[in-house]
């Protein structure tokens, strides 16, 4: 694998990756600094990307395109997953009159790949594309309750597990005991952890082997209603739509 393994490539990757939402312009610094990539080649991978049309320069800061959109949706018109469950959302959002989204699971993130949304219920504005830390967010702790014990564990060690809210858990050991949890009772409920006044519910997605390929929730405000009433209201909808979808999953 070592011979076919492009590092300039991967390089280049990794620049791109560091653009983000609290990060949307970048110095050759920045970059540096962000992806652990000495400045010369983080200058060289930075021109690249202008060259080509994905980053703008302004001769200090870096600052990425639309022409980058097109690497998402790329993965989102190959995939039928977006197309499958996006009907079925909106169904779930009329029915429930709250936000529902699915998203899969990326390293040590989820990404969002579909939502519906009737009402804004985070301050940050979460659609296809967006991405969450996975040991903080309802779907994220249910997708890694899907993989083996060493696993889940080897991907929260290697992400910074900083608390966003004084409820956040961020001891492994205590979020390793929360994924147990979740494989036995089937669903993973979220109080206040990624934003006050956010708590969800979240169920797996299989394909029709059984396999889990996605996972889909339910948030609300925590005012309105309480996380120790989420599964009462809405574990049997996400089921039945989990159900659903089972036998059209790939």
Do not use: W
Request: some cysteine; proline content about 5%; glycine content about 6%.
């Amino acid at each position: 694998m070592e011979k076919n393994f492009v590092g300039g490539f991967a390089k280049g990757l990794r620049v791109l990756e560091a653009f983000g939402e609290t990060s949307p312009r970048l110095s050759i610094s920045d970059a540096s600094r962000l992806t652990g990539l000495d400045r010369a080649t983080a200058r060289r991978c930075l021109l690249t990307l202008a060259e080509l049309g994905y980053a703008d320069y302004d001769g200090k800061f870096f600052a990425l395109t639309p022409r980058v959109l097109r690497l998402g949706h790329a993965y989102l018109s190959a995939t039928p997953l977006p197309q499958i469950v996006q009907p079925h959302l909106d169904r779930l959002c009329r029915e429930v009159e709250q936000s529902a989204s699915v998203s899969v699971l990326d390293g040590a993130d989820v990404v969002y790949v579909a939502r519906a949304s009737q009402r804004r219920v985070m301050s940050i504005n979460l659609v296809p594309g967006s991405r969450l830390p996975a040991y903080c967010a309802s779907m994220g702790r249910v997708l890694l309750a899907a993989l083996p014990d060493e696993d889940a564990r080897r991907r929260m060690e290697e992400t910074d597990r900083h608390a966003f809210t004084s409820h956040t858990r961020t001891g492994l050991e205590e979020l390793m005991e929360e994924l147990a949890k979740i494989r036995r009772e089937g669903f993973a409920i979220i109080d206040q952890e990624l934003e006050l006044g956010l708590c969800s519910i979240a169920v797996p997605l299989r394909n029709a082997h059984g396999q889990v390929v996605a996972a889909v929730n339910i948030g609300a405000p925590a005012a309105q209603i309480p996380a120790n009433q989420l599964a009462d209201r809405f574990l049997r909808p996400l089921l039945d739509i989990a159900d659903t979808l089972q036998p059209i999953l790939r």
